[in-house]
């Protein structure tokens, strides 16, 4: 059995995408927990920088 893949993608003016396993820590390697995603096994981390909730992306730059 394989280990399980992690993909990244990015959305032009939007959220880096990751699916699959992955783990988010902070400057000092603290575990970050992820809000609640609509698809399972889903992360979106901030690419536009105006998300009040960094890393993770909160839709900010759909406004």
């Known amino acids: ?3 399980p893949v992690t993909t990244v993608t990015w959305k032009a003016s939007g ?3 990751i699916e699959g396993p992955v783990i ?3 400057n000092e390697g603290e575990e970050l ?3 609640p995603a609509k698809i ?3 992360v979106k981390l ?3 920088g105006l998300s009040r909730n ?3 992306c909160d ?3 759909k406004r």
């Open 33 to 35: 927990t992820p809000p």
């Open 59 to 61: 839709g900010s730059h």
């Open 15 to 17: 959220p880096y995408v």
């Open 1 to 3: 059995m394989s280990d």
């Open 40 to 42: 399972p096994g889903q």
């Open 46 to 48: 901030c690419g536009c």
């Open 24 to 26: 988010v820590r902070n």
């Open 54 to 56: 960094r890393p993770f």
